[in-house]
């Protein structure tokens, strides 16, 4: 079976290194907030292109853990996509704001900027612009549109690891940028762990401490706080990974390009990069009407695909409850004909043809 993702081809190709690593920790006896994740922060930060780095548990601690750091929570209101992982979502309603899902754009699959002015009301505190599968969102309009009413922005950058906007890093765009180690991530830990940049000394310091029992000093905690903490062994690892995080883009980019030069006849719509942003795929997702057959086709012909993700937040039944009846019909749309193709730095050039002929023989046989 060819694989949507491969976390173990990725620690194969780094086997050494990653090793090394974890017999530095274990050896150094100190695992947790040590060397390894003051160090980490420090080459996540200069990757990012930010003064700061701070490491937490997760994707979702690290959205959570951003919008308390910017003093969001009861009564305010967060716009972000319904299309997205349910993450971003729980992180607003765990942080006790509400959220206001708008539309996205059909061709990135990203916020669309025109849908957010006419979102906005006086509760309005942040806009969440999640850079879904690899792609950033339109960030220009959102800057202006946020600037002018007053609005913060969280970059949800979960799967979008060095992506660039105008050549500016995802995540040093607005004022904190989240990201998720999760291990299918373009950087991905060998477990759990999350990241939040931020270029504000204020918010860095304000997020240090909820991380970590709210403790301003050791044992002196000055509010609640998380225990949400990157562990030594999982920021060993990344700082391995972060040496090749480039080079495994670029090799995915290459992939893509692959499958846009082969399938690129094919009646199915393709993703594309904006001129203005540099796509990672961390999924390559296409859309066609006929997408549960050519899945049902594919398996059969050994190849695993995936759907990112087969019902909008909004039409969740827990959510539905918490923001009544929500109409999105971009989302709505696509979420019956999205499908995400394999896709990772390792994937061979055997591999990516065995899927593109398959996807061909599917077509000819219709
Ligand atoms: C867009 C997005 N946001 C947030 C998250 C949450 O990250 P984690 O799984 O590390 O909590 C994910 C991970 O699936 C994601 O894809």
Known sequence: MIEVSNPKAQFLSHRKDIECAISRV????WFILGKEVEEFEKEFALYNEVEHAIGVGSGKEALHIALRALDIGVGDEVIT???TAVATA????????????????PRQFTLDPNAIEKSITKKTKAVIAVHIYGHPCDMNPILEITKQYGI????????????RYNDKRVGSIGDIGCFS???TKNLGAIGDGGALVTSNEEIAVKVRLLRE??????????EEGWNSRLDELQAAILRVKLKHLDTDNGHRQNHAKK????????????PKSQSNASHVYHLYVIQTDKRDALRKYLTKHGVQTSIHYPIPIHQQSYYREIVGDVSLPITEKIASRILSLP???????DELTNVIDAIKQFNHSL
């Open 259 to 270: 499958y846009r030069e082969m399938l690129e006849l094919l009646p199915l719509d393709l």
């Open 81 to 83: 996509t319904s299309h």
């Open 343 to 349: 896709i990772y730095p390792e994937l061979g050039a």
């Open 181 to 183: 180690f999760y291990p």
């Open 213 to 222: 029992y709210g403790w301003k000093k050791r044992y002196i905690s000055s």
């Open 26 to 29: 274990l050896n150094s006896g």
């Open 90 to 105: 729980s992180a607003i309603v765990m942080s006790g704001a509400s959220p206001v899902f708008v539309d996205i754009d």
């Open 152 to 163: 913060k922005i969280i970059e949800d950058c979960a799967q979008a690891h060095g992506s």
